[in-house]
């Protein structure tokens, strides 16, 4: 065990790109759009800001994208885009679908890319705050390719789950009544997020964390006197 580890600390380090990079955007949205009625438009380019800097910082920092900060400003730039559309009701449910359109895309491209961007996501349940389990993570990702292969696919059961309920919102849109719309688009996707998370775990995030198990049993093993 590292000395002066933190299990806590550990726990807030995995879980601070969620937090920054998606919780703060889309948290920031709601509250100005929905709690405090800010227009659509300003609300999304307000909601902009921590992932534009988050971008961009890490882009002067590293010279690398930050993948989900990066993704979350692509979305709210659709969604700027997407805000000037105007015409029937319908069409104003619909949009929402371009939105999540887009993270369902990048999901689905970022898993075959061999760059997983839900990797930030899984690696908070997979660790649990241990530093021996996130040790292992790490080892398993540079040398077993099995494990890597099951982290990609759990992006992509993500991208592709989301990308059929974004297809779906779409379809209803136009041919089930605009008052059903609005409560169904929110069931769609609460279904859509517990059937990922259900399929995702089944199918990747349980057998990583068996990996991981495994690769944690020799260390475990008492030896003898």
């Known amino acids: 065990m590292t000395e002066n580890y933190s299990p806590r600390k550990e726990m807030l380090n995995n879980f601070k790109p969620l937090v920054l990079d998606l919780g703060l955007p889309l948290g920031s949205y709601y509250l100005l759009h929905d709690a405090f009625g800010v227009d659509l438009l300003l609300s999304l380019a307000l909601s902009s800001v921590p992932p534009a800097v988050r971008t961009f910082y890490g ?23 997407l805000s000037f559309t105007s015409g029937s009701p319908r069409i104003m449910v619909a949009k929402d679908s371009g ?54 696919k759990f992006t992509l059961i993500w991208g592709a789950t989301l990308f059929v309920e974004c297809v779906a919102r779409v379809i209803g849109a136009f041919t ?20 990922a998370s259900v399929v995702g775990g089944a199918v990747a995030a349980d057998p990583m964390e068996k990996m991981i198990d495994a690769e944690l049993a020799p260390t475990l093993t008492p030896q003898p006197a």
């Open 59 to 81: 882009w002067l920092r590293d010279r690398s994208l930050n993948g989900l900060a990066a993704l979350m400003l692509v979305m709210n730039i659709v969604g700027i885009a």
């Open 99 to 152: 939105t999540s359109s887009v993270f369902a895309i990048v999901l689905i491209v970022s898993a075959f890319s061999g760059k997983p961007l839900m990797s930030a996501g899984l690696r908070p349940w997979l660790v649990k705050g241990n530093a021996d389990r996130a040790t292992a993570l790490d080892r398993l990702t540079a040398t077993s390719a099995r494990f890597r292969r099951m982290d990609r």
């Open 176 to 195: 089930l009544p605009v008052a059903t719309m609005v409560w169904l688009s929110n069931v769609l996707l609460i279904a859509a997020i517990v059937l």
